[in-house]
Structure formats: structure tokens, C-alpha cells
């Protein structure tokens, strides 16, 4: 058995939104090329059989999105996290496990009709391309539209959900998904809590498009830098001290990193 669940790996860190309630991406912009993508890969084949392009950024922005699907696909479950606004530039790819929809993304501000938005993404979804892939149409956020968009879902859907809704299947491979609005890590929110446990480290680790190994998909600015797969073993990266402290400290249910203490994620 492989030692992670899942492993995020932010393609960008470049978004085409900017939503009010993303922590914003505070580092230099950057795209992985084909070889950097492939190193990394070729890195984390025996820790992991699942793939999340995910942790800031919006990854169909890459230019080179369905070059990299179909060749994680060859070793990899390939699960995507997108706002929904570019998700025609998925070309006819059956190599997507798992395709998660920010629905809370949508904003009239960003010049696009909620009803051209939402028909766009079942295009897409409803398509036999993507029957065998799992869809989670979540909302995260609840904002202004949240009840203009369970509309058009229970219409195209022929359904009768109410605002109260929480997951709910559509059908076989359509979901929707509700999950609790969250403070995002950060030393200066003031969130702080010295007792706690995580998952990061045991089931998950994630990668940001430096390559700065961190050690969720929540430490959007690296601050828990773990190392640099690009340059660095893997292997000795995460069986350094730090990493060791920060798990023997969460069997302990206490928090051995700063960034931690201002986490409130999965106590919710």
C-alpha cells in the first residue's frame, strides 16, 4: 500500500478569478513545464495512485492541461478542482477520475451569464465523455446566487432541492456537494490553537508549482516549506525532523507548526 492517499500538485498557481473569499496567491506566478510535470510525477509514482491538480491556481488555465491529463493518466487516478469558467478547454478526455466544480466561484462580475455558466459546465458533464467520471458540484461558499443555482440544477436535473440541501447524488457519477466556509491558515488570522490533529503528512501532501513540497493543500503560500522535490529525495524530505515532530505531535493531538495553530479546517 502506497503511503498517501492523494497528492496535490499545483500545475499554476495562476488564477482567472478573484474571488473574495480565496486567500489570493501572494507568490510569483508560474507554470510547470512538460519536463518539470514529468520529473515530479516520475518522483511520486510509488507514494500515491491519486492525483489532485489542486492547491492555488486555476489548473485549466495551463496551457498544456489535456497533454498533462492523459499523461498522468498512464500512472495516476487523475482528479481536477476547477471555477468552472474554462472547463470547455477539456478536450473529449476520459482520463479524468474525478472532476470537482467550485460552483461558489460564479460572479456577475466576471461577464459571464449565470445561465451561459451553468449550461457550459453541463455541456461538458452530461456529456458521454465524462459518464464514467465522478462530478462533485459543490458549494463551499454560499453567496448571492447560491439559490439562483440550485434553481437551474433542479430544472435541468428535474429536481426539488430546497437551500437547505447538503450532498445529494444526481445520478451515478453527479454529485452535490456542501461543505463549511473556513478561515484560511495564515500567522496573521485570528484563529489560534495549540491542541489539534491533521491529516496532513499522513494521507496527503502537496506540491506547489516550485516545486516546495508543503504539507496541505492549505499552506497556499509555502509557509511550512517541507523541501524541494525538484531537487531534493523525496524520500529524505519526509523523513526529516520536521516532518517527524509535526506527526508524532498530531498522534499527540497537538500542533508542533505556527502555520497549524491558525488552522481551524478540520476541527469543523
Not at 104 to 132: A, G, P, R, T, W
Not at 144 to 164: A, C, G, M, T
Not at 219 to 234: A, Q, R, Y
Request: a positive charge; charged letters at 25%.
Amino acid at each position: 500500500m502506497k503511503r498517501f492517499k492523494k497528492v496535490y500538485l499545483e500545475i499554476t498557481n495562476k488564477c482567472n478569478l478573484n474571488c473574495s473569499f480565496c486567500i489570493q496567491n501572494k507568490r510569483t506566478t508560474k507554470y510547470l513545464n512538460m519536463e518539470e510535470f514529468k520529473n515530479i510525477l516520475n518522483k511520486i509514482q510509488n507514494y500515491t495512485d491519486y492525483l489532485y491538480f489542486h492547491i492555488m491556481g486555476e489548473p485549466l488555465l495551463h496551457p498544456n492541461i489535456n497533454e498533462f491529463i492523459n499523461y498522468a493518466s498512464q500512472n495516476f487516478k487523475v482528479n481536477i478542482t476547477t471555477n468552472g469558467y474554462l472547463i470547455n478547454r477539456i478536450k473529449d478526455n476520459k482520463n479524468i477520475r474525478q472532476l470537482n466544480i467550485s460552483l461558489h466561484s460564479f460572479n456577475e462580475k466576471y461577464n459571464i451569464d449565470l445561465d451561459d455558466y451553468m449550461q457550459n459546465i453541463f455541456q461538458v458533464i452530461d456529456s458521454d465523455c465524462f459518464k464514467n467520471t465522478y462530478i462533485s458540484l459543490r458549494f463551499w461558499v454560499k453567496n448571492k446566487y447560491h439559490l439562483k443555482i440550485l434553481s437551474i440544477l433542479n430544472k435541468h436535473y428535474h429536481l426539488n432541492l430546497d437551500k437547505n440541501i447538503e450532498n445529494y447524488t444526481i445520478n451515478n457519477h453527479i454529485f452535490i456537494n456542501n461543505f463549511h466556509e473556513f478561515i484560511w491558515p495564515d500567522l496573521d488570522n485570528s484563529y489560534y490553537k495549540e491542541e489539534g490533529t491533521c491529516y496532513a503528512i499522513k494521507d496527503h501532501i502537496g506540491i506547489l508549482s516550485d516545486g516546495t513540497i508543503v504539507p496541505c493543500c492549505l499552506d497556499s503560500m509555502g509557509t511550512i516549506n517541507l523541501g524541494n522535490i525538484c531537487n531534493e529525495d523525496l524520500n529524505n524530505i519526509l523523513n526529516s525532523k520536521r516532518v517527524v515532530e509535526m506527526l508524532e505531535n498530531f498522534k499527540k493531538n497537538k500542533k508542533s507548526e505556527e502555520l497549524c495553530k491558525h488552522c481551524s479546517f478540520i476541527e469543523k
